[in-house]
């Protein structure tokens, strides 16, 4: 691991990027919103390319702050991620009123979220790095002070492993996420229409206008969202199907089947990658607001995390927090070749 690098943020904040590297694979973090900067892997001839979408300094992804174009690129969002509906938390009898950043609902923890804090640098080898965050009691509305972390760990046979945890003072949800964008060409300016992509799920959640899920469960058997076998992401974004073409593009929460896994791969390159998970859902977003250099389709996303909106649906899967538990996430992400 190369030394902490200080880089100075326009708001006079000095963030730190610290580079892993095991095998071929190599890393750039910051403790900017515990983000990756950059993740270089293989293609077929071995020829090394960044296969993620978004902006390499600290300073670019601090542009505009939360409401900037580069909001949650390759970010850990927090303190719960994707929406919730109304920006209210019902918690033991009483509404708890959140802060608000996408009209009337909370996106991604609000308008100050996880990803716009420096977290603190616990511990960093060459392999690994271990950030946290402390998340006082009434931080964007969230009851509770939380402690929470954030641990990138290069494994063995080319994975990368990302590990949260969290504890509470007083009950509270969280729903910790990796707002990753892929695109495994590694070739500027591409899409990710010709990647392939198989997602463990028989289940997607309908969502509103507002991206709000409506509290139901579809099949996805015989619809665009059927992703059990390997399928061009273009023919669902080039479709007729409503619920895509509303978003304009995927922006849905997968309801994961065992083994939760998924798997994305781009012809061209060669390269593969195998996702798995220990949590429920996976959203599938392919960049269709993309704007400010980037273009709409250029990465996907594929969010591990816990129902959107949870709080406000008994039958979801609970993001609730209790003092004396903790929340734990985990994802390991394997790159191979064809």
Do not use: K
């Amino acid at each position: 691991m190369t030394a902490p690098l200080p880089h100075p943020l326009p708001d006079g904040r000095i963030a730190h990027v610290l580079t892993l590297s095991h095998g071929a694979l190599r890393v750039r973090i910051t403790d900017l919103g515990a983000t990756i900067l950059s993740l270089s892997a293989p293609d077929r001839h071995g020829v090394c390319a960044n296969v993620l979408v978004g902006p390499d300094t600290p300073a670019a992804h601090s542009a505009g702050g939360g409401s900037g174009p580069y909001a949650y690129m390759n970010a850990t969002c927090g303190r719960v991620a994707n929406r919730i509906a109304g920006s209210t938390m019902p918690l033991d009898g009483a509404t708890i009123a959140l802060a608000a950043n996408e009209g009337a609902h909370q996106l991604h923890g609000g308008p100050h979220g996880f990803d716009r804090a420096i977290w603190h640098i616990d511990g960093a080898d060459a392999r690994q790095v271990t950030l946290s965050h402390v998340s006082p009691d009434g931080d964007q509305g969230y009851p509770g002070t939380l402690t929470a972390t954030a641990t990138f760990r290069l494994e063995d046979a080319g994975t990368l492993s990302i590990r949260y945890a969290a504890r509470t003072t007083h009950a509270t949800h969280v729903n910790l996420v990796s707002h990753l964008y892929f695109n495994l060409s590694g070739v500027a300016g591409s899409t990710i229409h010709d990647h392939r992509l198989r997602i463990a799920a028989d289940a997607v959640l309908p969502i509103d206008a507002a991206g709000i899920p409506l509290g139901t469960l579809a099949p996805v058997a015989d619809t665009a969202f059927d992703f059990r076998t390997l399928r061009r992401v273009g023919d669902g974004l080039d479709g007729d199907d409503p619920a895509i073409a509303a978003q304009h593009g995927y922006n849905h929460n997968f309801c994961l089947s065992p083994p939760r896994d998924a798997l994305l791969l781009d012809p061209c390159s060669g390269r593969r990658m195998h996702l798995s998970t220990d949590q429920p859902g996976l959203q599938l977003y392919t960049g269709n607001a993309l704007c400010d250099g980037y273009r709409p389709h250029a990465a996907l996303c594929l969010e591990t995390q816990g129902w959107p909106d949870a709080l406000h649906h008994a039958h979801f899967p609970s993001t609730r927090l209790d003092p004396g538990g903790q929340y734990r996430s985990e994802t390991l992400l394997r790159f191979d070749t064809l």
